[in-house]
């Protein structure tokens, strides 16, 4: 066996089973031994931005890390983004990266780039392989050091002779160790203080802010009168009916500021402090008002579910949490499209279980809203800040969950940045609907100039407006071998995703949004 | 004035006048300041490989860089891959790279990166500003990296505070210094190793390469016997009637060691060693002969085109090149559409001073051959390996030339890595006819799997083939706003192709490629 089926081995053996991929000429090897060692699936995407957002969606339903297959530098260059987006969610991923031989390094080739230095920014891990002999052994703690916990980026760089010379065995990684409980010490002091104060908060993510976690900390709610918060890039939040609501900490700075105003003691589930996502003249970036004391409950490696049924047994909560949701759909809306009779569209049909994603920019809310108390689901959001997660996260969600339906709300500008995502749900047969929210602008960039004083003028304009031409996403979605509609008003829409949602595999939506008057 | 208005008057001062851009909100006061400051074309791509393409296109054509204008961190690594090929283009290109204040970077916002060290595997020089007093002064610098010679790289990052703060005057950058003559004595050296040598040749690279270097080259080849040489991916050739010819050192290993078998010396002009783009088991990557010697006349800070013709001059040559190519146009191809009809319908209709922009891949070499006896016109290739170039350097040629036409060879794989520029050729009505050589595959990877001993298993096939589903090259380009037809023979090519370089504006076709039997 040569260094590339030794290595895929090792992955399968490690239970990576699935390897997103966009190869080139030195990966060959490793797709020649994606054959002839079983057990591992390879999904293609057509831009590596794609692949690396597909491997978090993948690996954050899943727990697990999906594999990516990248080509040199610029192959690993193009799925930086939504690497960096997997890494603020703490998504584990194992990406193998191909490179030229170390013989060949010393030449002037024209594809050759610092392979290592280009992942670092953007990884946990990286290490380039010394050996075919070394290749299993450096497969094997690539997986551990993805799997965390929490999540990890792990970068492998894979020479081409060392996919290609001769190997010994397989290895394995060992499996995930289990989040370090977190210290009754920790619990107790934590006890002593929300017993003491009077407005408290809990700022819950990533692995906190499951149904077992938000459930625990509903317990804690009903005991304290503490408020449940999240912010709005959340890697996962299980919420909807039979679930505990959680107030979102607004996107604007003054509503953000306005919201904690009032805040004497906030508790850190698996979080950070909530700060602003951009600096603006004169205001701050600290959202806490002076003199609230912070306390970090759960770290990411720690195991934050134990952590909130520790604290809520400790504080004598009672049984049942506040802020239990109860179901309740809205009615059919009339008329215009706009954020808020689409999210109401959505609610109505949104399948229990559903996985829904959600890069809606400034249309967002009117969905987040009126899916509160739709049927139970997972809300994965954009969590780094890169535009362009959306489409991947809803193929690799569905990858990972072929048994759930996958709603993606997808706003029309970040589309673009990964729209070959649609060949990918085409090709996969993947279960996603993808509603695309067209309002032909970065609207949240004209939002961003008016506060910074300026006027639309010619440049500005020219940046900022995409409605010239119009993009028709029924025509690209097609384009890619994606069923598509367009729907003009809120009745088009129901009835459009109703019908989308009933069914199985890729479709898409264009839904033409009219602004509020 | 702030520090993005001292910012955009520095550049437009110190000649650059487009900027190609993706804006996010850390950018927004330069976006303002782009209205306030006149004399700076915005020109918007829907992602940032597009974005820095263009400015590859733009900077190549015109000598003098062209501003991109990008998003953090991320923003910038989606546009790394273009700027690895720009620099290996040596193409001039000055990215404004938006970044936090510096008091923010101290908090945990999602959005954080470390921009310049993105930067820096890509970059010949990074900045990051420091204050908004020493901005235009950092702009200036950044231009007189960029413009060379040869071009390069520059990225300046500016910390949103350094963009809105109070600045002084802007700067201006001097002008471009003219390229190093070469030294008389390597003139004379070179002179007498051609004079003593029988397998000679020349091998010509970006500035090298123009219409007056390669007649100089010509006169050199008539008097000497000396073959002239390019490679594969080159950034600029002059070439067609009334031009001289060059031949193509071939891609495949074998080939072209087989072509430089014969060579006693080899004479680099602008250009470096020839070498294998990739290493493959057992195979040399170096193409040089045993005992050959090289000789550097033009090192790329050097002037080539003076050091051809002192050459020339120092050779006694003739006035009259060898190789002079005169007009021949083919006739008009019959039946199935293949990479040698294709290019004879290309080679039948290119208008004079068109410039042929080459990405076709597996699939170039018939439109290269073809063309070499059209009319004069300017090549541009892919020149660092990474897939996606084609598109986006037709539209920045076209903008940096209007009154010519552009065509654009695209094979389809390679053209869904920046599929987003086709908005904006329509967006700008860029004159630029786009071929998408449409065969369904990754065929040169099918070919490197095949050189590696494998056969096509299930997952090779789903990592190589693209015909499930296909792409819709009419649809995609409807859908962003640019007419297009698909061609499924070579008489149906001929027609619309000759309709589309007639006509003005942006315009697609889908070309069915058969393999030749």
Redo the contacts between chains.
């Keep these: 066996m040569n260094g590339a089926e030794s290595l895929v081995r090792t992955l399968v053996q490690s239970g990576v089973s699935v390897c997103f991929?966009n190869?080139?000429?030195?990966e060959?090897?490793f797709?020649?031994a994606?054959?002839?060692a079983p057990g591992?699936r390879?999904?293609?995407g057509?831009?590596e931005?794609v692949v690396t957002g597909m491997a978090d969606g993948y690996g954050r339903l899943a727990g697990r890390p999906a594999a990516t297959l990248l080509h040199?530098?610029?192959?690993l260059?193009?799925g930086?983004?939504n690497l960096?987006n997997a890494r603020?969610a703490a998504t584990p991923v194992v990406n193998i990266v191909g490179d030229?031989?170390r013989?060949?390094l010393q030449?002037?080739?024209?594809?050759i780039?610092?392979v290592a230095?280009?992942a670092?920014?953007?990884s946990d891990w990286v290490h380039t392989a010394e050996s075919s002999l070394t290749l299993a052994a450096d497969g094997a703690r690539a997986v551990t050091a993805a799997q965390g916990p929490p999540g990890r980026i792990a970068t492998l760089v894979v020479p081409?002779?060392a996919a290609?010379n001769d190997a010994e065995a397989p290895a394995t990684a060992p499996p995930r160790a289990a989040p370090r409980p977190v210290p009754e010490s920790t619990i107790e002091r934590i006890a002593t203080q929300l017993g003491s104060t009077r407005h408290s908060a809990l700022l819950l993510r990533g692995d906190a802010a499951t149904a077992r976690g938000v459930s625990a900390a509903g317990r804690i709610a009903a005991r304290t009168g503490a408020r449940l918060l999240s912010e709005r890039?959340t890697p996962r939040l299980q919420r909807g009916a039979g679930r505990v609501r959680i107030e979102q900490i607004p996107y604007r700075v003054e509503d953000a500021l306005e919201s904690l105003r009032a805040l004497e003691l906030l508790i850190l589930v698996s979080s950070?402090?909530p700060?602003?996502?951009?600096?603006y003249?004169g205001k701050p970036?600290?959202y806490l008002p002076a003199g609230c004391s912070l306390a970090q409950l759960a770290q990411p490696e720690e195991d934050a579910e134990q952590a909130l049924e520790a604290l809520a047994a400790r504080l004598k909560s009672p049984d049942m949490p506040a802020g239990l949701v109860r179901l309740e759909l809205p009615d059919l809306p009339r008329g215009a499209l706009d954020q808020f009779t689409l999210g109401a569209c959505i609610a109505r049909h949104l399948p229990e279980g559903a996985i829904l994603v959600d890069e809606g920019v400034t249309n967002s809310p009117g969905t987040f809203r009126a899916t509160e108390t739709a049927a139970p689901h997972d809300y994965f959001s954009n969590?780094?800040?890169?535009l362009?997660q959306g489409l991947p996260l809803a193929a690799g969600a569905a990858v990972g969950a072929p048994e759930r339906k996958v709603v993606c709300l997808q706003a029309d500008?970040g589309a673009?940045?990964s729209?070959?995502s649609l060949?990918t749900l085409?090709?996969e047969q993947l279960d996603v609907t993808v509603v695309i929210i067209s309002n032909r602008a970065y609207a949240?960039?004209q939002m961003?100039?008016a506060?910074?004083?300026?006027t639309m003028?010619?440049?500005?304009r020219?940046?900022?407006d995409?409605a010239?031409?119009?993009?028709?996403?029924?025509?690209?979605a097609?384009?890619?071998?994606v069923e598509a509609s367009r729907a003009d008003t809120a009745e088009q829409f129901d009835a459009q995703f109703s019908d989308a949602v009933r069914r199985r595999g890729p479709r898409l939506i264009e839904a033409m949004i009219q602004p509020r008057a």
């Design positions: 991929a190869p080139g000429t030195s060959m090897h797709v020649a994606l054959d002839k591992m390879a999904v293609l057509l831009f931005g040199l530098g610029t192959g260059a193009n930086l983004a960096h603020r030229h031989t013989a060949h030449f002037n080739s024209p594809f780039s610092d230095a280009i670092r920014p953007f081409a002779d290609w890039l950070s402090p700060v602003s996502t951009f600096a003249p970036s600290w969590s780094g800040g890169a362009g500008g673009m940045y729209v070959q060949w085409a090709r949240i960039l961003e100039l506060r910074v004083g300026a003028g010619a440049n500005a020219a940046l900022l995409l010239t031409p119009e993009l028709s996403w029924t025509r690209l097609q384009g890619m071998g």
